[in-house]
């Protein structure tokens, strides 16, 4: 989840893993780091990370990268790496409540080269909420 230790948006801690439920509240204005979401709307932000991938010494290396560009030194590929998540994206107002299954393919983009990949989902298409409550 997002948070604003070392003034970085994420932090890879055990105290910001997510095991069950990130919960959004909402607020006057958009804050990432305190996990609310504006009034007139807002960004909800969240990261997986693919960890334990492979293991990779080297006394050439003085310096090594933590991102995709490593996975051509270990000879691990892009389907090797591959993974689907699916989660609920749930709004409960003080009225009702909206649910939304989402799934994605990871990772996108060009990892191998970029060193990173993002996605900003932002055409719905294809989502549906339905109301629960």
């Not at 095991?19 to 804050?31: D, I, M, N, R």
């Not at 290396?61 to 389907?79: A, F, Q, Y």
């Not at 649910?99 to 996605?119: F, M, V």
Request: aromatic letters at 10%; one cysteine or more.
């Amino acid at each position: 989840m997002p948070n604003s230790e070392a003034k970085r948006l994420y932090s890879y801690d055990k105290q910001f893993l997510v095991e069950e439920k990130l919960t959004y509240k909402g607020a006057s204005q958009s804050s990432t780091t305190n996990l609310e979401i504006g009034s007139k709307g807002g960004t909800a932000l969240i990261r997986f990370s693919n960890s334990d991938i492979a293991k990779y010494t080297s006394s050439k290396d003085t310096e090594i990268i933590h991102d995709g560009t490593w996975l051509k030194k270990v000879g691990t590929t892009r389907e090797e790496i591959g993974f689907t998540v699916s989660f609920d994206f749930t709004i409960e107002t003080t009225k009702n409540k909206y649910k939304a299954n989402i799934t994605l393919d990871l990772p996108t983009g060009n990892l191998e080269e970029e060193g990173k990949c993002y996605l900003e989902k932002t055409d719905m298409k294809g989502i549906v909420f339905k109301r629960v409550k």
